[in-house]
């Protein structure tokens, strides 16, 4: 039997593959979430400098540590680590492969080919901030720079009010009333509009609402339609598509915080209580029951005491506590469920 002839490919079909590595390395300092970027000037393309120029006054947009899988790297993971140190000084301990992405019309760098297919391959890795040395042109910033609307520590973020009118008439512009619907289940379920619960998870949902609609920056650089006076100017686009992967990378620690001991990572050898709390407050961007909270951490025996008090706490002071090691090959999924604090708590 005679194979079945292969169908010839049209020039314009034809592209190369090309692999990014692209790195969303993240650290907790300061009661603050931080991500290691790089200014992304090098590799930009011609759009994201313009929008650049446009929405920060500057040649250059923050990027996530990146570059393309070469000959030279043994395995993915060793060019992903090459790169982040290469390009920030950093040596990465924690990595874990996140997602692939390479949608067709996914903006790609300066420094891929014309007409290429670009697969950028992210990975999430946990560092510790302190004691790091990065190279000058590579600092850690506050991961609710980008996303301010994530950050319901203090309350509901003020930024909401001005989504909630665009996106009512995105949902009101559908053609049909089903899509209408479909469309308004997607608003109230991602923002917790109408009463539903915020949902901490839903980070890559909401910015692709966001973009959808045309709220963000990388919308309007793509070419998405938008009213400009509904443009968000709270949270600061980044190269390429380096939001969305860092909104994936968001979502997914958030995730894995309550089901694995991943928090510990970001921490010191010894620590206190509260410094543990701060930590996963910030990572979640909700506020929780201080006694609660204690008494999940004491029940699960996720930590051990060290003996030591710690007294520059900035209040009464505290037993230092480290993590306890054993309780991974104890249970399954050691993590931490989140008990959220009402308003008035």
Do not use: C
Not at 236 to 262: E, S
Not at 279 to 302: C, D, I, T, Y
């Amino acid at each position: 039997m005679l194979p079945a002839p292969r169908l010839k490919s049209s020039p314009a079909e034809e592209q190369a593959a090309v692999v990014d590595l692209t790195a969303v390395v993240v650290a907790f300092t300061r009661d603050q979430p931080r991500v290691l970027v790089t200014p992304g000037q090098d590799r930009a393309s011609a759009a994201d400098r313009r929008m650049a120029r446009a929405e920060l006054g500057t040649a250059a947009l923050d990027a996530l540590p990146s570059g393309p899988l070469e000959h030279r790297h043994r395995t993915l993971e060793a060019g992903l680590r090459a790169w982040v140190e290469t390009q920030t000084g950093v040596r990465l301990d924690y990595v874990e492969q996140l997602y692939t992405f390479g949608d067709r019309d996914r903006m790609s760098d300066a420094g891929a080919a014309a007409g290429s297919r670009v697969l950028s391959i992210g990975y999430l890795a946990l560092a510790q901030e302190t004691g790091v040395t990065t190279a000058v042109d590579a600092p850690w910033h506050d991961w609710y720079r980008y996303f301010p609307w994530e950050d319901w520590r203090h309350g509901r973020p003020a930024v909401l009010d001005r989504v909630d009118k665009p996106l009512r008439r995105w949902v009101a512009a559908g053609d049909s009333k089903v899509e209408r619907a479909a469309r308004k289940e997607r608003v109230i379920v991602a923002f917790g509009f109408d009463g539903v619960a915020w949902s901490d998870e839903r980070v890559l949902e909401r910015y692709e609402l966001l973009y959808e609609v045309g709220l963000v920056a990388e919308a309007r650089r793509d070419g998405l339609s938008g009213e400009a006076k509904d443009l968000l100017h709270e949270g600061q686009p980044m190269a390429a598509d380096h939001r969305r992967i860092l909104a994936t990378a968001i979502a997914r620690l958030r995730g894995k915080i309550k089901y694995r001991p991943v928090v510990f990572e970001l921490m010191p050898s010894g620590f206190t209580l509260l410094q543990l709390q701060r930590a996963v407050e910030a990572l979640a961007g909700v506020r929780l029951h201080k006694q609660n909270f204690r008494r999940l951490v004491e029940q699960q025996g996720l930590v051990e005491e060290t003996g030591r008090i710690i007294t520059a706490t900035g209040g009464r002071p505290a037993r230092e506590v480290r993590f306890r090691e054993e309780v991974v090959l104890e249970r399954l999924a050691p993590g931490l469920r989140l008990p959220i604090a009402r308003a008035s708590e």
